[in-house]
């Protein structure tokens, strides 16, 4: 069996900072772990670059991993300072997951509140961020179109409150333009619209912030892999070949050598209309299985099928998402959702480092 970066970090656990009772790992010092056939890498984080225990710290866990894992490893150790680390943007947020598009019009959205609300139901902490700048519709989902957060100083900064509903923490730039207006921004401005909600919101300690970005591939996109480290993106289409085909241009991206987000699967919405009056019955108005056969020839996951219900889409005009009732089979279905999320974010965070900020170098 291969060596795997948690591998590393388990074994590490065993070796207690001098004059602690706590471990290297618990207290965050082991990061950065990469292993490449039998060379095993990682930094340790030293508050002050002239610690005393670098040496004996780093020397112990060349010892231990030897000794525990084998000693034909190649073990190579870059101490660093706390103090020259740039601390990241949202500090108590452990997962941030893209809700990604190929094209408009394929509920994405629709399953980006749904999910959240569905992870927040499972007892997770949540928070969900609007960055579809140019046609914000998460206020009106949760049925907080006249809502307006408000700042208040923490640690001597303006931190932007979010709205809260449903256990769900949630900031869109609909609550900063008048409801009727159309946005009309540049770029530059949209970008940073996007860093604000997300910097600045005071979103204490998270299990998720998700992020519904626009359809498409866009400067929003690139922005937000600059500003924040995306754990994974999720993307969501209907079975017809119009929306497949910019499916494959959104994981194209994701995979891309300098974005390198790992893509958590693909939500087929829309994959049936069943009446109320025919339970029984299944129409394929968007053709049939086009999503799971796409996920299937890409090796990605396929997170679920999402039938076409008329109470998703009554939950979303009148501010209930379908996912607040979670005895209703809507409700089960995005229970299911949730549920196939968290597997393939867990087995994500397993077996690969956590994603970095993507740094662009202009020519």
């Keep these: 069996m291969p060596l795997i970066p948690k591998n590393i970090s388990d074994t590490l656990q065993r070796i207690l900072y001098p004059g602690s009772d706590k471990n290297i790992v618990e207290l965050e010092m082991v990061q950065e772990i ?47 300072s706390a103090n020259r680390m740039t601390p990241p943007v949202v500090p108590g947020v452990k997962n941030i997951i893209a809700i990604a598009s190929g094209k408009g019009g394929v509920g994405k959205s629709t399953m980006a509140v749904n999910l959240a609300v569905a992870l927040a139901r499972q007892g997770a902490s949540v928070g969900l961020v ?38 769900v923490k949630f900031l869109s730039i609909g609550f900063f333009a008048k409801k009727d207006d159309a946005l009309i921004w540049r770029g530059p401005v949209a970008s940073n619209a996007l860093k604000q909600l997300i910097a600045e919101g005071s979103w204490g300690e998270l299990d998720f912030l998700l992020v519904d970005l626009p359809p498409g591939t866009s400067d929003i996109h690139l922005t937000l892999v600059q500003t924040v480290a995306v754990t994974g993106a999720v993307i969501v289409t209907t079975p017809q070949d119009v929306a497949l085909a910019d499916v494959i241009k959104g994981v194209s991206m994701f995979n891309s050598k ?44 396929l997170l679920g099928q ?24 809507t409700g089960a279905a995005f229970e299911q959702l949730a549920s196939a999320l968290l597997v393939q974010l867990e087995q994500r965070n397993i077996y690969f480092e956590p994603t970095k900020k993507v740094t662009v170098k202009r020519k």
């Design 306 to 329: 999402v039938p076409l219900v008329m109470g998703i889409r009554e939950g979303g005009d009148s501010g209930v998402p379908a996912a607040c009732d979670e005895e209703s089979p």
């Design 258 to 301: 300098s974005i390198n987000v790992p893509v958590l699967g693909i939500i087929e919405n829309m994959s049936w209309f069943t009446p109320a009056e025919l339970p029984n019955n299944k129409y394929y108005l968007f053709g049939k299985d086009g999503g799971k056969e796409l996920a299937e020839k890409l090796n990605l996951p």
């Design 34 to 80: 990469r292993t490449a056939g039998s060379r095993i890498s990682f930094s340790l984080i030293f508050q002050k670059e002239d610690d005393p225990a670098i040496g004996p710290v780093s020397e112990a866990c060349k010892d231990l991993i030897r000794r525990e894992l084998g000693s034909e490893y190649e073990v190579t150790i870059a101490p660093k």
């Design 130 to 167: 609007d960055a579809d700048i140019f046609g914000p519709s998460i206020p009106k989902m949760f049925g907080e179109e006249e809502a307006r957060p408000y700042f208040e100083k923490i640690d001597g900064r303006d931190r932007i409150v979010p709205i809260e509903k449903y256990g």
